[in-house]
């Protein structure tokens, strides 16, 4: 029965072309008291490109993880290519020819592309002759949808860019015909991600179906056939892509108007209370990764730091929040000499007023497996609001924790949950309440809305202006070039460890760009 199902997905007939791709009909899904998905319609077209938007918690990587086999649906029906199937797991789901690149890649880092590739499908026909067979697979269709990727490399000295390739690669090679991209663009610089939108419009005019999971308004617009909105967990409506805007699905996605773009007024600077001087960075192997960088930020102004990721902005700022030490340099709080030396520097320089929001919430920002109130305090633990002395007030905690999921609209609004549970964007905004809602005279923050939905980017956008118009000093690192010239009152550009220019927010993209390629834009 299976064997037919397979044979009906992956190899439709030309009098069923005009099948649809995908039907979920009354797809519901809870996980305890929690409805993920709530009687969910969903048909994808063939051939075409489909877009899932909604916020964070909305419900659409469930949706897709039901369709991919790694839940089963508590009801409903699905129809791949015409046929009723009943989808066991994500090996059955490829058989079917359905597959799936997760957000955070899946890939063994010390193993190579070809090897990567093939694992878990040693078993395939394709191996039945020799490895050489395999690697000649994998070539073609590298070929043939652009995906060039070298066969031998190290998955650890691969781009992030590459090492989605290989995500799709693998997809492909085990035969996917409907290959389902959950954010793919939420780790990308704007380059790769319009490198991953051309090879999409290939895959697509090669004959396969693209669902594309985003919360990103432009990628919608730039790269969709047709879009589907759902709201905590019900499927709003469906569009073709041509027909709507930008405004009209932010309010479908969020129930209300949002704002897409920043309202601010003018800065009103006073006196420095971050200064960096010659400051100088190592990796830990010595590779110098900030190169004798010097910058300042002032009461009241939000300083943007702009770049391709990669060019020493994550060394910079851990060097300041104390997590690095920089091997040159001086660091000055509000005046005061940040000493690197000896144990509990980040500790010090907490206590002296700085903030800090990582860039990758899950290595430096949260410890997932503990419960929401617990990182609700992570770092602050000798806040006297928590207990008297080395005695925790566990109840005074989950109280402090249960007022910032309010303030900062964390959903579930359960501070005993475990933090693993949150979806990305809710994970970020627990790291965000946690720093920003302190006695802080600086707060430096990396990355503030990566993989957030647009109705909290435009919340975590409103609180950042807010702290600035209080009298607080803003330095943000993002990779949203877009992001940092609407927050930022003035524009840091680096390439390869070094401040290369000031340029202030209403530069032109093309100015941008070329500084970030490291080359003056007044010679060219």
């Given at each position: ?406 303030m900062f609209d964390i959903r579930p609004q359960n501070p005993r949950l475990k933090t693993a549970n949150f979806s990305g964007g809710n994970q970020q905004k627990i790291v965000l309440a946690r720093e920003m809602d302190r006695d802080l005279d600086i707060l430096i923050v990396g990355q503030p809305t990566r993989g957030v939905d647009i109705g909290a980017i435009e919340f975590i956008h409103k609180q950042i202006i807010e702290l600035r118009d209080q009298g607080k000093a803003v330095l943000l690192v993002s990779v949203e070039l877009d992001e940092v010239r609407a927050l930022s009152d003035r524009v840091l550009v680096m390439f390869d460890g070094e401040i290369v220019t000031e340029l202030p927010p209403t530069a ?17």
């Amino acid at each position: 029965m299976v064997e037919n199902q397979t044979q009906t997905a992956q190899q439709p007939s030309q009098a069923a072309e005009s099948i649809s791709a995908i039907d979920l009909k009354g797809v519901s899904k809870s996980f305890g008291p929690v409805q993920a998905n709530k009687d969910i319609n969903l048909t994808v077209k063939r051939n075409s490109i489909h877009g899932i938007v909604g916020e964070n918690g909305a419900g659409k990587s469930t949706l897709m993880s039901i369709l991919y086999g790694f839940y089963t649906a508590d009801a409903g029906e699905i129809f791949v290519h015409g046929a009723k199937v009943k989808i066991k797991d994500s090996s059955h789901a490829l058989d079917l020819g359905i597959g799936m690149v997760h957000q955070h890649f899946m890939l063994v880092e010390n193993f190579t592309v070809l090897e990567n590739v093939i694992l878990g499908a040693e078993g395939d026909h394709l191996l039945a002759s020799s490895k050489a067979a395999a690697r000649e697979e994998l070539t073609r269709l590298a070929n043939d949808y652009g995906l060039d990727v070298d066969p031998d490399a190290i998955i650890e000295d691969l781009s992030v860019g590459q090492e989605q390739r290989v995500e799709i690669l693998k997809a492909l090679y085990r035969g996917a015909d409907v290959l389902i991209l959950d954010e793919p663009t939420g780790v990308l610089t704007p380059t790769e991600a319009d490198q991953l939108f051309r090879i999409l419009e290939q895959l697509r005019d090669e004959g396969k179906t693209i669902i594309l999971i985003t919360h990103k308004l432009r990628e919608i617009m730039a790269i969709t056939d047709t879009v589907s909105v759902m709201r905590r967990g019900t499927m709003v409506g469906t569009v073709a892509t041509k027909d709507t805007s930008p405004d009209q699905l932010a309010e479908m996605m969020v129930g209300r108007r949002v704002l897409l773009q920043v309202e601010k007024t003018e800065s009103k600077p006073g006196d420095k209370v971050l200064e960096v001087e010659n400051l100088s960075v190592t990796d830990d192997i010595g590779v110098p990764r900030v190169k004798n960088v010097s910058l300042d930020v002032r009461a009241g102004e939000i300083v943007g730091i702009a770049g391709v990721a990669g060019n020493g902005q994550s060394q910079l700022l851990e060097a300041i929040s104390g997590m690095f030490p920089p091997l040159l340099g001086e660091v000055r709080i509000n005046g005061k000499k940040i000493e690197f030396s000896g144990a509990g520097v980040a500790d010090e320089v907490r206590r002296m007023g700085l903030a800090h929001v990582p860039e990758d919430r899950h290595k430096m920002g949260l410890v997932t497996t503990f419960e929401e109130w617990e990182n609700s305090m992570l770092g602050y633990e000798d806040d006297p609001k928590f207990g008297d002395g080395p005695i925790l007030s566990v109840s005074n905690a989950r109280a402090d924790a249960q007022k910032r999921i309010e303030m900062f609209d964390i959903r579930p609004q359960n501070p005993r949950l475990k933090t693993a549970n949150f979806s990305g964007g809710n994970q970020q905004k627990i790291v965000l309440a946690r720093e920003m809602d302190r006695d802080l005279d600086i707060l430096i923050v990396g990355q503030p809305t990566r993989g957030v939905d647009i109705g909290a980017i435009e919340f975590i956008h409103k609180q950042i202006i807010e702290l600035r118009d209080q009298g607080k000093a803003v330095l943000l690192v993002s990779v949203e070039l877009d992001e940092v010239r609407a927050l930022s009152d003035r524009v840091l550009v680096m390439f390869d460890g070094e401040i290369v220019t000031e340029l202030p927010p209403t530069a032109s993209e093309k100015e941008f760009g070329l500084a970030m390629a490291g080359l003056d834009p007044a010679q060219q």
